[in-house]
């Protein structure tokens, strides 16, 4: 016999990701000049990358090369075009909305973990920017991480989760 508490956050939980996947996929297709710009640019410098141009000695990144370079390993391994890159985005953000789940249900329980990822999916700038190729679309799910592992430090006191949410926030930054 199914618990209906669990079952109940279980149905919670699947409605706050159905509203998530529909918010990301509305207007997948239109861009912003003035939004999209940096994520153009984006995938231009991880496609210099790929050509053999060196960064800062044959042209300048304006961006930080982590996150072109996580760029230029999708454009080359899965053959990724510039549209491709906003599914990419989408699993990132879809990534930041599990472990804002389970920081809530590590916190209190799993209700707690569906309400914080139902704040998350309605977040305005999370909305606006979520569908955008921006660096921050790599770095939330990162720093969502080391949050959830320094917090399970403090509750279990195992150096190993420290270490582990030192070293996701040193590749973060």
Do not use: Q
Not at 128 to 136: A, D, N, P, S
Not at 139 to 160: F, H, M, N, Q, R
């Amino acid at each position: 016999m199914v618990n209906k508490n669990e079952l109940l956050s279980k149905i919670l939980f699947l409605f706050v990701i159905i509203l998530f996947i529909s918010t990301r996929f509305y207007m997948h297709d239109y861009l912003n000049d003035w939004v999209d710009y940096d994520g153009a640019c984006y995938y231009l410098d991880a496609e210099h990358l790929l050509e053999g141009y060196a960064p800062y000695k044959d042209f300048i990144l304006v961006h930080p090369l982590p996150f072109i370079l996580f760029l230029a390993f999708f454009i080359k391994f899965f053959n990724f075009s510039f549209m491709d890159m906003f599914y990419l985005v989408y699993a990132l953000n879809f990534l930041g909305l599990l472990i804002i789940y389970k920081i809530g249900k590590l916190l209190k329980d799993k209700y707690f973990g569906v309400f914080l990822a139902f704040i998350y999916t309605i977040d305005p700038i999370i909305l606006t920017f979520g569908k955008r190729l921006f660096m921050e679309s790599l770095l939330i799910p990162l720093i969502l991480a080391s949050v959830y592992y320094i917090l399970k430090y403090c509750i279990e006191k195992k150096k190993t989760y420290a270490y582990l949410s030192f070293f996701i926030c040193g590749i973060a930054f």
